[in-house]
């Protein structure tokens, strides 16, 4: 049995038609229903619904052997996991974003608001610029509006929010989508299970592209 994380949502709906469409179908997924856990024994396959922020840390701890993560989530919580496969789905960036009039003096520190810490901290060590981060849960853009941070980090997929909050986009800090992850001692005991279903995804996305 392979045991699935998927991300609760959007996102996750559409992971699960690949796996449908990879052979590994358990229509009850999309029931709707309040269940987190759903199994077709006939496949081998057991799917559970995460949160999408949770799905690294079910698969590195072997809760799940294989999950569908972003990549902002895998490069801010860097876990111990192998990624196999980017599904091309999901697809958005990690941008820099600030008010229109916003002009870096690039002497004082630079006041960052963020949900994603470690990805700000990071881009901006590797431009050795000093900045205060001011780390948020939620609705970041408001923070340049409301003065409380110079720009924000964030994942911008439309621009829509930017735009109707009169925020612009100003550097990519990298491009997103949804990367097929596996526990690395589930990849080693369920090798030709897991590689089967890689290759299987892989042909998926092939005859979409
Ligand atoms: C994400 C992100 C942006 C928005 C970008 O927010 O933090 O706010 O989506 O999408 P767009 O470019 O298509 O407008 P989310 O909906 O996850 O909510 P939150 O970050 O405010 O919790």
């Given at each position: 049995?392979?045991?699935?994380?998927?991300?609760?949502?959007?996102?996750?709906?559409?992971?699960?038609?690949?796996?449908?469409?990879?052979g590994?179908?358990?229509?009850?997924?999309?029931?709707?229903?309040?269940?987190?856990?759903?199994?077709?024994?006939?496949?081998?396959?057991?799917?559970?619904?995460?949160?999408?922020?949770?799905?690294?840390?079910?698969?590195?701890?072997g809760?799940?052997?294989?999950?569908?993560a972003?990549?902002?989530?895998?490069?801010?919580?860097?876990?111990?996991?192998y990624?196999?496969?980017?599904?091309?789905?999901?697809?958005?960036?990690?941008?820099?974003?600030?008010?229109?009039?916003?002009?870096?003096?690039?002497?004082?520190?630079?006041?960052?608001?963020?949900?994603?810490?470690?990805?700000?901290l990071?881009?901006?060590?590797?431009?050795?610029?000093?900045?205060?981060?001011?780390?948020?849960?939620?609705?970041?853009?408001?923070?340049?509006?409301?003065?409380?941070?110079?720009?924000?980090?964030?994942?911008?997929?439309?621009?829509?929010t930017?735009?109707?909050n009169?925020?612009?986009?100003?550097?990519?800090?990298?491009?997103?989508?949804?990367?097929?992850?596996?526990?690395?001692?589930?990849?080693?005991?369920?090798?030709?299970?897991?590689?089967?279903?890689?290759?299987?995804?892989?042909?998926?996305?092939?005859?979409?592209?």
């Amino acid at each position: 049995m392979i045991n699935v994380a998927l991300p609760k949502g959007r996102l996750g709906e559409k992971v699960y038609r690949m796996f449908e469409e990879a052979g590994y179908e358990c229509p009850s997924v999309l029931s709707g229903s309040r269940k987190l856990i759903f199994e077709n024994t006939e496949k081998g396959v057991r799917y559970f619904w995460v949160k999408p922020s949770d799905v690294a840390i079910y698969v590195e701890r072997g809760a799940a052997d294989i999950g569908a993560a972003g990549k902002d989530i895998i490069e801010e919580y860097r876990p111990d996991i192998y990624e196999l496969l980017d599904l091309r789905v999901g697809k958005c960036r990690m941008a820099v974003a600030a008010k229109k009039d916003f002009r870096d003096d690039h002497e004082s520190t630079l006041r960052v608001a963020t949900k994603f810490r470690r990805i700000a901290l990071d881009y901006y060590a590797s431009r050795s610029r000093d900045i205060d981060i001011i780390e948020l849960n939620g609705s970041i853009e408001l923070a340049p509006i409301l003065g409380l941070s110079d720009v924000i980090v964030d994942i911008v997929e439309t621009g829509n929010t930017l735009l109707e909050n009169d925020l612009i986009p100003i550097e990519t800090v990298f491009p997103i989508s949804a990367r097929l992850i596996a526990n690395k001692s589930a990849f080693q005991f369920k090798s030709r299970e897991i590689e089967g279903l890689k290759q299987a995804l892989a042909d998926v996305i092939s005859r979409k592209e």
